[in-house]
């Protein structure tokens, strides 16, 4: 089973506030990293083919794309490759989050 990570700043409350990270500073962010596209459906092929609408980012890695997906103030990720901790990690530090399991 795959292992899910988010990055957030749901941990960093002010004033009893939760602070997010907003889909503008993702798309800001993310279009300084040349290994990152963005993309509004993301499609999963195997044995039926499906896909998914919402904000996506595609870090190529290699032979592999992985998606880091945007959701309701979060970054979500796959932890399936061992190459998204690191990765993660350096996102989360630039967007000013933490990350945790979920």
């Known amino acids: 089973m795959s292992q899910r990570y988010r990055i957030t700043r749901a941990l960093q409350q002010q004033d009893g506030i939760e602070s997010t990270i907003s889909l503008e500073a993702c798309k800001q962010y993310f279009s300084t990293q040349s290994d990152f ?4 459906v993301f499609t999963v092929t195997g044995a039926t ?10 870090w190529s890695y290699g032979e592999v794309t992985i998606p880091f997906r945007h959701y309701q ?3 979500y990720v796959s932890g399936t490759n061992e190459a998204v901790i ?3 990690l350096e996102v989360a ?9 979920g």
Request: hydrophobic letters at 40%.
């Open 37 to 40: 596209t963005y993309t509004s």
């Open 49 to 58: 083919t499906m896909s998914i609408e919402g904000d996506f980012f595609m």
């Open 93 to 101: 530090s630039a967007l000013g989050a933490d990350v945790a399991e």
């Open 73 to 75: 103030g979060d970054i």
């Open 86 to 88: 690191p990765r993660m």
